[in-house]
């Protein structure tokens, strides 16, 4: 399953989509500038995270996902 969060979302809550295991791919929106803790924990299907170019906080991320940044995110 993929999920595209709406260009309107600035935030993803911590434990926003926690054990959400069916998630394979999220894309998130250039609005969203942080993610909360866990967020993403225990998404064991999640292997494809593309990260906006305004994101400004990252506080967690699957050890096994793959990343893709549309910015000079570091």
């Known amino acids: 399953e993929e999920v595209v969060i709406k260009d309107t979302v600035k935030f993803i809550g ?41 994101m400004k906080a990252v506080l967690y991320v699957p050890s096994d996902a793959e990343v893709k940044i549309n910015s000079d995110f570091a």
């Open 14 to 54: 911590g434990g926003a989509f926690t054990f959400c295991e069916s998630i394979k791919e999220i894309t998130l929106p250039d609005s969203v500038i942080s993610i909360g803790n866990g967020a993403f924990s225990y998404c064991d299907s999640l292997i494809d995270i593309t990260l906006p170019e305004g």
